[in-house]
């Protein structure tokens, strides 16, 4: 117990134990202190997790914010990332809420035949949030669901040949106004390099699932992930490599910490060089 705390120069427990918020307190009990806790539910009903779960729409929707763009977005499926964004990784919100069943069934209505979940880039392929919805769908239980291995075989169909993933988009010198307005989504060039900040989009969600966080091509995108630490992305979105430590919390976009978080659910062990080295980062920091 707490053997991790050696590795550490500072002791972050006084801290968080400290804390006004319930869910921190549940968690750090859980999950560091290794402490008996109350069922999960009773941190569902904390006035932040309650605000966000009653401005749901009929339809498992929630309503989106901003001015709508020119292009045609599904800003509702937009909006339901951001809401379970902060209920599944913050609260632990499961398939037992009724909530996050609602929000569930509208993600897998924007399922098309392929298999890939679409709308957030209008007509376009969209792997990257595609795995940020499954990785929270994942999270909330509904691993067992056909519809997320339809998801999950349409991951594995699209994969490079290096092992990751890559938005198709980008690969293509188009403007945005252009790809928007094509009839059909772009294809995958899958002999051109992956992205890596993609690719950690994408891992997360095989990380998540009780079966495909153990399957070879999980592991070959693993490997790619780890090779590209600190190195700039191979594409214009996201390629500086300041952009490892820009961090989320929760996870969006891949950074060094969703990436070792992704990587030790893949099994990877902490002693390779790199993984080593990211580790030691957050030390020193």
């Not at 968080?16 to 806790?37: G, H, M, W």
């Not at 060039?189 to 495909?212: C, E, I, N």
């Amino acid at each position: 117990m707490n053997n991790w705390l050696k590795k550490l120069k500072y002791d972050p427990l006084s801290s968080l134990s400290s804390t006004k918020n319930k869910a921190i307190q549940y968690f750090v009990k859980r999950d560091l202190l290794e402490e008996e806790v109350e069922p999960i539910k009773t941190i569902w009903e904390e006035p932040y997790a309650q605000k966000i779960i009653r401005k749901q729409l009929t339809d498992g929707s929630w309503k989106p914010t901003g001015k709508p763009s020119q292009y045609n977005e599904n800003r509702h499926l937009w909006a339901v990332f951001k809401s379970l964004r902060e209920l599944v990784p913050k609260y632990s919100l499961n398939k037992k809420h009724k909530c996050t069943r609602k929000a569930a069934e509208f993600i897998f209505r924007c399922q098309t035949e392929e298999g890939d979940i679409r709308g957030i880039y209008s007509n376009q392929y969209m792997p990257n949030y595609m795995g940020a919805l499954l990785e929270l769908l994942n999270k909330a239980e509904f691993h067992d669901d056909p519809r997320i291995e339809k998801g999950f075989q349409w991951f594995l169909s699209m994969r490079h040949t290096d092992g990751g993933w890559g938005l198709p988009m980008l690969t293509k010198p188009c403007t945005w106004q252009e790809v928007y307005a094509l009839p059909a989504p772009i294809s995958p060039d899958k002999t051109k390099p992956s992205s890596h900040w993609l690719t950690g989009m994408v891992l997360r969600a095989f990380a998540a699932h009780p079966k495909y966080k153990n399957c070879n091509e999980a592991r070959e995108a693993g490997n790619l992930l780890i090779s590209r630490f600190f190195q700039r992305d191979k594409y214009s979105s996201r390629q500086d490599k300041s952009y490892w430590f820009k961090f989320y919390i929760p996870f969006f976009w891949t950074d060094l910490l969703s990436a070792l978080d992704t990587v030790s659910k893949l099994g990877f062990s902490r002693d390779e060089p790199k993984i080593n080295k990211g580790l030691q980062y957050f030390i020193d920091e």
